[in-house]
């Protein structure tokens, strides 16, 4: 059955993948398609078959989260899947104090300040799955040269494995990939040399749209 999905975060890397299967399965009434950039979302656009939506919307900014909700008001969202994420790479201390924020707002702070409002505010009934993206490497350990990355990703773990124990009137969900070989793993990341450690968006992307389809998967899927 066909539905409305909002994708944040999907006009490239593993976003980009779930769009065009989901879009290719004929998954999709209709799509919100809300990223930072508005060129390659209208790239992106030209190759999907089922009806969308473009919204420009930089997830970076304190206020977006507005913006996000005012896009969704007008359509009949059931699911909204959060794939944005990054930081800047390389030691801590050497990356600009705004570099930092911006990782812990893209990564923490706008999906909790989202979620907050979907789950309170009457206006968004109609969404009945929230999925956010993790990690398993960064939310569960260090991540070398990578810590604001991983501090904002920690703490999107936290919240969501605390929200469950809330039992929250949404079907709350966590996909915590690996390294996938998306052009957001940096070329000078350690992993790169051991290639069999990398994952396959394509491959993921058939995991996370089987799992989220599936109204009896696990909360939090980690691969």
């Known amino acids: 059955m066909s539905e409305t999905i909002a994708f944040l975060g999907c006009s490239r890397g593993f976003g980009k993948e779930v769009l065009h299967l989901m879009d290719q399965n004929r998954s999709l009434k209709n799509s919100l398609l809300i990223s930072r950039k508005q060129g390659p979302l209208e790239s992106l656009s030209q190759n999907l078959q089922s009806p969308h939506q473009i919204f420009s919307i ?106 469950l124990l809330e039992s929250p009137s949404k079907d709350l969900r966590l996909f915590r990939p690996s390294y996938m070989d998306t052009s957001m793993l940096p070329p000078k990341a350690l992993v790169r040399q051991n290639p069999e450690q990398i994952q396959s968006p394509a491959k993921m992307a058939e995991i996370f749209v089987s799992w989220c389809l599936d109204p009896k998967g696990s909360k939090i899927l980690s691969i």
Do not use: M
Request: proline share 4%; net charge negative; with cysteine.
């Open 58 to 163: 930089d997830f970076s900014k304190p206020d977006c989260v507005s913006q996000i909700l005012s896009s969704l008001e007008a359509y009949p969202v059931k699911r909204l899947f959060y794939f944005a994420g990054g930081g800047p790479y390389g030691s801590f201390e050497s990356k600009e104090w705004k570099d930092h924020l911006w990782s812990y707002q893209v990564n923490f702070l706008t999906p909790s300040h989202l979620l907050h409002y979907l789950l309170r505010d009457s206006r968004f009934s109609t969404v009945e799955q929230v999925v956010f993206v993790g990690s398993s490497v960064a939310d569960h350990q260090g991540d070398l040269n990578a810590a604001s990355y991983a501090a904002g990703k920690h703490a999107l773990r936290g919240l969501v494995e605390s929200i």
